[in-house]
């Protein structure tokens, strides 16, 4: 059974600051894995994927990488702002075709200080 | 196109009332899928469909549940005699069958219908 883990739960940093959010999954079947971004009591807005056959996306200030071997994937924010603010999910897409089920981690909920 | 539209936002009901939501995907894509998220988790696979086809349900998904999406246009998800349990953001998403180099699979998700049942 696939299972997806972030960690931390929540994250508060200064302004300005590096971070890496960190994901991790039990099985390493992976089809592809995409990273959410999703604002209080709002639905999820899709900041990257990763095909299960690369290493690494960037979109702007973002930048994820996937391990599919050691079951990991982590996303670099760079120069943190306060529009940053809010919770980051990452979801798996299990196996070796590409079936509609996404399972996704619990979030990383991030607070960028002025 | 606007993107994924669901209605209702919110929705109050009494205990034991059944009640159903719509989604509107993106008009050119062919998946959509309907997930169960609460406070403070990440959201819960309920089921999916290609064009009309309901192709995977979850175990989350009792008999009270159904889902149809009948011309493999816009989606509805009913629940029958609804449990405070029931209680919940529904959210809905829609995506484009694609191969794994293509710009497709990329899920675009609504802004969700909350459910609170009293």
């Known amino acids: 059974k696939q299972e997806v883990t972030q960690i931390p739960a929540a994250l508060s940093v200064p302004e300005g600051e590096n971070l890496v959010l960190n994901c991790s999954f039990t099985d390493s079947a992976i089809y592809n894995l995409q990273w959410f971004r999703q604002d209080p009591g709002k639905g999820l807005t899709s900041l990257l994927l990763?095909?299960?056959?690369?290493r690494e996306q960037t979109s702007g200030r973002l930048n994820a990488s996937l391990d599919k071997s050691s079951g990991r994937s982590t996303l670099y924010i760079a120069a943190s702002q306060p529009g940053d603010s809010a919770t980051y999910l990452c979801?798996?897409?299990?196996?070796?075709?590409?079936?509609?089920?996404?399972?996704f981690g619990q979030g990383t909920t991030l607070q960028v200080k002025p | 196109d606007t993107g994924v539209s669901q209605d209702p936002r919110h929705k109050i009901t009494k205990r034991g009332q059944n009640v159903t939501f719509r989604c509107d995907p993106i008009s050119e894509h062919n998946r959509l899928y309907w997930y169960r998220q609460t406070l403070g988790q990440g959201p819960e696979f309920l089921t999916y469909f290609q064009n009309e086809a309901q192709l995977e349900k979850s175990r989350l998904l009792s008999d009270r549940f159904s889902a149809e999406r009948p011309k493999g246009s816009f989606s509805t998800l009913e629940i029958q005699r609804t449990e405070q349990g029931d209680s919940a953001m529904y959210l809905c998403?829609?995506?484009?069958?694609?191969?794994?180099?293509?710009?497709?699979?990329?899920?675009?998700f609504g802004a969700g219908s909350r459910l609170t049942v009293l």
């Open positions: 979801a798996v897409r299990r196996g070796s075709s590409n079936t509609g089920k996404l399972i």
């Open positions: 990763i095909q299960s056959s690369q």
């Open positions: 998403a829609s995506s484009l069958l694609g191969t794994a180099h293509s710009g497709a699979n990329v899920l675009t």
